[in-house]
């Protein structure tokens, strides 16, 4: 009644898959690729803008279509407890998404749900983050865990062209994403990642540009509702 | 009615032990594609430009073995008179299909490695979930065939179910790769 071969292909399939599994996980070395969203990148070189010149100014394609319509979403942002690194949070609805950043090494892209006044907020590498706003809506309060910290932080809500800014892209062959905490003051915290995080140019928040090795990159005001 | 308990016993091992178990590797595909943190490592073959390209490729292959998958079933469930009753449909459907599901091994395990479970955009989307689909199917198919007593129905219902969800593997992947890069090694 029972047939052996399909359950022995069966097995030979989740043998082979556990095999190839080990031998990538032996592929410590070599060029990292990513794809997925960022593929639809072109390289840098492939696709001069045409109204620039395309020697000196070759553009970097955005990976996420920039929203065309503004919605209506709240930016918080401020420094955590001690100093320890720059948050935004942005708010769309019942959606969130954050930015934690130091702005040299540490990194952590969030998002989450808001139920009333309370946040919960997570990464897919594990950082968490628990906040509740205000009556007013004008300040959220919260923890933030990273790996191996938790820090507490108070911020405050924030206007135009203050606020959360993300951008992604292929520069030089190498998927980057850029994150931009621009504060009440102007200031800006950033990380630029393309496997080694390292502190983001600076961002010129009229245009939404930035120059990162030579390329420009155009970034987008994280509104709340996003996925990363 | 006491065949009832039998038939409902015999349902349950023919259909929900089946379909019970190709949903627990789907879920099981999905759940390590997003707990596993995405190494970008891929193991280079040689000749190609990329692992892109290398499963591009090795999808199309796949791609063209699972047309042979769907001639050979026509053909042994007598859709097609011509190719009717001829011996070689079983062992052709069969080794074709290993074929099939054996050059798509790479391709899963750079995915599940390298890339995760991903949503970034509709296409990622769509094709985290159909690679969660597509072996999904295939464990209830074998566990199916393994039985003379499964309903009628269900092999060719689940055949489509891997064949379609492979098909949307393939045109959200290589036929993209292919769009979009040209037809590259």
């Not at chain 1, 205000?134 to 938790?150: K, N």
């Not at chain 2, 065949?3 to 349950?12: L, Q």
């Not at chain 2, 395990?109 to 995760?116: F, N, S, T």
Request: proline letters at 7%.
């Amino acid at each position: 009644m029972a047939h052996r071969s399909p359950l022995v292909t069966l097995a030979a399939a989740l043998v082979g898959l556990v095999v190839m599994l080990v031998v990538d996980s032996t592929q410590s070395t070599g060029s990292p690729e990513t794809y997925g969203a960022n593929a639809p990148v072109a390289t840098a070189s492939a696709t001069p803008t045409p109204t620039a010149p395309p020697a000196t100014t070759p553009t970097a394609t955005p990976t996420t279509t920039p929203k065309p319509v503004p919605r209506r979403a709240s930016v918080y942002a401020g420094r955590t407890a001690a100093h320890y690194a720059t948050l935004a949070i942005a708010i769309a609805g019942d959606r969130a998404a954050a930015y934690l950043c130091d702005g040299r090494r540490v990194e952590a892209w969030l998002t989450g749900s808001v139920r009333g006044i309370r946040l919960q907020l997570t990464s897919p590498r594990g950082a968490r983050l628990t906040g509740t706003l205000d009556g007013r809506r004008t300040s959220i309060t919260g923890v933030v865990d990273v790996p191996g910290h938790r820090v507490s932080f108070r911020i405050t809500r924030v206007a135009v062209p203050a606020g959360l800014y993300r951008a992604r892209a292929r520069v030089r062959g190498a998927v980057t994403t850029i994150g931009w905490i621009v504060l009440g003051n102007g200031s800006q915290v950033g990380i630029a990642d393309d496997g080694t995080p390292a502190p983001a140019p600076r961002l010129d928040t009229v245009r939404g540009r930035a120059m990162l090795s030579g390329v420009t990159v155009t970034a987008r005001r994280v509104s709340g509702d996003d996925i990363f | 009615m006491t065949t009832t308990p039998v038939r409902a016993s015999t349902w349950t091992v023919t259909v929900a032990v089946p379909l019970a178990a190709g949903a627990a590797v789907a879920v099981a595909l999905g759940v390590y594609g997003r707990l596993h943190e995405p190494t970008g490592v891929a193991v280079n073959v040689a000749g190609f430009s990329s692992a892109r390209s290398v499963k591009s490729w090795l999808a199309t292959v796949a791609l063209l073995l699972a047309v042979v998958q769907l001639v050979s079933a026509l053909a042994m469930f007598g859709r097609l008179p011509a190719l009717a009753d001829r011996a070689w449909l079983g062992p052709v459907h069969r080794w074709s299909g290993r074929a099939a599901v054996a050059v798509t091994i790479p391709v899963v395990a750079h995915c599940l490695y390298a890339l995760g479970f991903q949503y970034d955009d509709p296409r990622v989307l769509l094709h985290s979930l159909l690679g969660c689909v597509f072996y999904g199917a295939f464990t209830v198919k074998m566990l199916g065939l393994s039985r003379d007593d499964s309903p009628g129905w269900l092999l060719p219902v689940i055949g489509g179910v891997v064949l379609a969800a492979f098909t949307g593997l393939w045109l959200t992947s290589a036929l993209w790769f292919f769009t979009t890069f040209g037809l590259t090694r």
